[in-house]
């Protein structure tokens, strides 16, 4: 399999992923040989057949946290993924409010939905979870569901970040270096605040974490009447990093990207050898 990682959903805010302007299926990695799904929210089982990833071949799921726009497909996708539960295979990583409840203390996870995969996994921040050849590390976040989480996904071909909702705080950025790819959830433009990134946000973030790429998703209904495009290449040209605004279907080729990556491994090969 060419590794790709597949954007089924660029929505932030209920008002655009509630009439369709654009959807909020999360976001598909895919290396050699796993496939992940970020945040399985609006859109998914839908958007996945129409961009082809077929969701019996999933790995894992991986769940940042228990909003709308991140896990109410969640059940689709586990029954799809299981042939509604004949066939249980990969893994669940999802917050703690997913797996055990957390404002309401109602688990959003059904015993019935846990029995479709192998495994679940609670994620906290910090955690270190290992998948076949793939290391995935838990980040901090600060949101309104207090246990969201970030992703690290480090693979052989290359690693990618994901920053899931978050306010901007300087003690974060350090957990977004050395990544080939960043994706950002950036809900608001320039100039606008409020309960997630904004584009302002996002510079600062790339200035210190400095990416390969940064792809911006994730929209709310301020920063898709801005136009993500222009805040992209705004972004891009006040922090020097070369950045992308996410479109439903947007697929990036990540080894393209991971080019330090190659040269690490390379450099390793060279000095076994001398
Ligand atoms: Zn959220």
């Known amino acids: 399999m060419r590794p790709r990682i597949l954007f089924l ?18 976001i598909v990695v895919q290396t050699q040989s796993c496939q992940f799904h970020i945040d399985p929210g609006i859109g ?36 799809a993924l299981s042939h509604n539960g004949l066939d249980p295979h990969g893994v669940l990583v999802a917050s703690r409010s997913i797996v055990q409840g957390l404002h309401d203390g109602i688990p959003r996870l059904t015993p019935f939905l846990s029995s479709c995969v192998e495994k679940v996994i609670v994620a906290e921040a910090g955690n270190k979870i290992g998948i076949e050849d793939v290391e995935i590390v838990a980040l901090p976040t600060k949101h309104s569901d207090s246990s969201a989480v970030g992703f690290r996904i480090a693979t052989p071909e290359f690693v ?22 960043l994706i950002l959830n950036t809900l608001f433009p320039f100039e606008q605040n409020g309960e997630g990134l904004s584009s302002a946000d996002v510079v600062k973030i790339l200035k210190v974490a400095q990416p390969n790429l940064a792809v911006i998703t994730h929209f709310g209904s301020k920063m898709h009447a801005a136009n993500p495009l222009y805040e992209s290449r705004e ?6 990093v070369q950045v992308i605004a996410a479109q439903d279907g947007l697929c990036v080729d990540p080894v393209s990207y991971a080019a330090e990556l190659r040269q690490t491994t390379l450099s390793m090969f060279k000095e076994s050898f001398e």
């Open 235 to 240: 972004i891009q040209k006040r922090s020097g």
């Open 44 to 79: 998914a089982v839908v958007k996945a057949a129409a961009f082809g990833v077929d969701l019996r071949e999933h790995t894992a799921v991986l769940v940042s946290h228990a909003h709308t726009n991140h896990a109410s497909e969640l059940g689709g996708v586990l029954c």
């Open 160 to 181: 990618v970040g994901y920053t899931s909702d978050t306010l901007f705080d300087k003690s974060l950025v350090q957990f977004y270096k050395n990544c080939n790819i």
């Open 9 to 26: 959903g660029t929505g932030g805010d209920i008002s655009l992923t509630g009439r369709d302007v654009r959807c909020s299926g999360g």
